[in-house]
């Protein structure tokens, strides 16, 4: 089992970055593919990034390609994602998600999953 907690969205105008971090708590932390995944209103889930439980795969969305990067500290328990030149199609709850699976980035392999953090870009 492990519990997470997303912080760090916010309300920022396109251009700006943002850093939004998960906090991961319970065992074997690093035995968990980390994801982040976003839903807008009146849209499915999607996949933005995932890093394997090593951080040297990683995964990322096509609209979000290098513009976010994706990494995660095995030591603190925590997973981030960068985001940078934010667009205001950007604007969705983000979600922090862990799997048992290594590698993998589709939402129905991720099992646990935090409460979501707003971001919000303004035009």
């Known amino acids: 089992q492990v519990q997470l907690v997303e912080s760090g969205g916010g309300l920022v105008q396109a251009g700006a970055s943002l850093r939004l971090s998960c906090a991961a708590s319970?065992?074997?932390?690093?035995?968990?593919?980390m994801g982040w995944f976003r839903q807008a209103p009146g849209k499915e889930r999607e996949s933005v990034a995932a890093i394997s439980r090593s951080g040297v795969g990683i995964y990322y969305a096509d609209s979000v390609k290098g513009r976010f990067a994706i990494s995660r500290d095995n030591a603190k328990n925590t997973v981030s994602l960068q985001m940078n030149r934010l667009k205001p199609e950007d604007t969705a709850l983000y979600y922090c998600a862990a799997s048992p699976r290594d590698g993998v980035w589709r939402a129905p392999d991720f099992g646990f999953w935090g409460q979501g953090t707003q971001v919000t870009v303004s035009s």
């Open positions: 319970g065992r074997d932390f690093n035995f968990y593919t």
